[in-house]
């Protein structure tokens, strides 16, 4: 019993040790400012903050900064990608990962951007945007093209983006693209050799803080425009904007005509919803609750999707054809390579490994393979050469081609190029074996 009271008051007394070192260091927290964690923009230090983007945490590898030179950061790490910013010698970059020759990183102040202005309404702070679609793309220009190759991550709903300017002022918000600098967390690539440790001794997470208040400083809010005009009839002729100017019949009649619109755009193999648009919003103006407005408010919410959904079509379209693309030069590369170190190169129109196909009801074909690829399919039209005769052998043929290579697709096979065999030589196989 003595060693039990004796443990008892032991782990008593280092629970009184422990809740005192806490409460000391809470006081001592509360009488110091708040460090500025890594990547969070702050325009004063006493000032209520922007709270970053919870979608994700930074984590970076380490801090660089840029060579004597300067840099480009590029929405892509390859020199062909677009620039979002021009670095300064001696910017620091804070970088999350190495790709190559490249470094993914992010820059104090963040990078300029596009928005579609659907996608954002002004915050409570000036000069300051909210993101308001989830997963909205942070591109490099004013286009949705795959020239404008999003950086990474997406912008989140609820995120803060400081306004640089407008791409056409003439149009409505929603309708328009918006320059803004990119929010914490968003990263770009910089070329490894255009950047170099930081000095020995650096603290660079303070450096970091330092340097993002002071981007902050040298990049000023841009407030947008109270008003915006709806549309022209004739260049420089402003039209009057939407107001709700309509009866409460009027209103659902107007929501028929414009969810009769939305059906016909939904179809549309290139939809366009400005119209359509402008028709819903119009009875938001003019019916503020009930069935009217409710369902208008969903047109627009579907609006919303399918342009996102259409963006994301454009962007796999555009994938699928840089991917193609990149094979074939692939095959181009290996079809060099063979020709570098084949002998029969410039003897021969085409060179391969004769394989006969047998398809019931039709005449067999003959396939001429090479490094595992069909290189062409062959014919003789005078009759010259029995090609089954051929059947398993190395040959080199010469001859006129018919039929150029057609490429494959996701729904069609890669057809060979056929040629008129005039002469053809065995090279190896069974025959010359014996």
């Known amino acids: 019993m003595i060693h039990f009271h004796s443990t008892f008051f032991l782990r008593g007394a280092f629970c009184v040790a422990l809740t005192s070192l806490a409460l000391s260091a809470r006081a001592s927290a509360q009488e110091s400012k708040p460090d500025v964690a890594p990547g969070t923009p702050v325009v004063n230090p006493d000032a209520q903050q922007t709270p970053a983007s919870p979608k994700e945490k930074p984590k970076y590898l380490r801090y660089m900064k840029v060579g004597a030179n300067g840099a480009q950061a590029r929405n892509l790490g ?3 990608g677009v620039s979002v910013a021009k670095l300064s010698p001696g910017t620091l970059v804070a970088v999350y990962q190495e790709s190559g020759d490249w470094l993914e990183c992010e820059v104090p102040g963040g990078f300029e951007i596009w928005v579609y202005g659907q996608y954002v309404k002004a915050s409570s702070e000036a000069g300051v945007l909210e993101i308001t679609g989830s997963d909205v793309r942070a591109r490099p220009l004013a286009s949705s093209g795959p020239e404008s190759y999003p950086l990474q991550p997406n912008l989140s709903k609820g995120d803060h983006v400081r306004l640089i300017s407008r791409n056409d002022s003439g149009k409505p918000l929603a309708e328009d693209w918006i320059k803004v600098y990119s929010p914490p967390g968003v990263r770009g690539f910089v070329a490894k050799a255009e950047c170099e440790p930081l000095a020995s001794g650096t603290d660079g997470a303070s450096a970091w803080a330092s340097a993002v208040v002071e981007a902050r400083k040298r990049t000023p809010a841009t407030v ?42 939904r179809t549309a193999e290139k939809p366009e919803f400005t119209a359509v648009r402008e028709q819903y919003e119009r009875v938001l103006a003019s019916v503020k609750d009930g069935a009217t407005h409710d369902m208008a408010q969903r047109g627009l919410h579907e609006i919303d999707a399918l342009s996102q959904a259409h963006a994301l079509k454009a962007e796999i379209e555009a994938d699928k054809a840089r991917t193609a693309s990149a094979a074939e030069e692939r095959q181009r590369q290996i079809d060099n390579i063979k020709n570098n170190n084949d002998p029969y190169k410039d003897r021969f129109v085409s060179r391969g490994w004769v394989e006969k196909r047998n398809v019931p009801g039709q005449q067999p074909t003959f396939i001429l393979r090479w490094g595992g690829d069909q290189v062409s399919e062959i014919v003789c039209l005078d009759g010259r050469y029995d090609l089954a005769a051929f059947n398993g052998y190395e040959i080199g043929v010469k001859g006129d081609e018919k039929r150029s290579f057609i490429p494959g697709s996701i729904s069609r096979t890669a057809v060979p190029r056929l040629i008129n065999a005039t002469r053809i030589e065995v090279l190896s196989g069974r025959q010359a074996a014996r």
């Open 224 to 265: 947008l425009p109270k008003t915006v005009p709806a549309s022209t009839d004739a260049p420089g002729t402003p039209k009057t904007a939407i107001v709700g100017d309509l009866t409460p019949q009027q209103a659902l009649e107007e929501l028929k005509l414009a969810d009769a619109a939305l059906a016909r755009e």
């Open 78 to 80: 390859d020199t062909n």
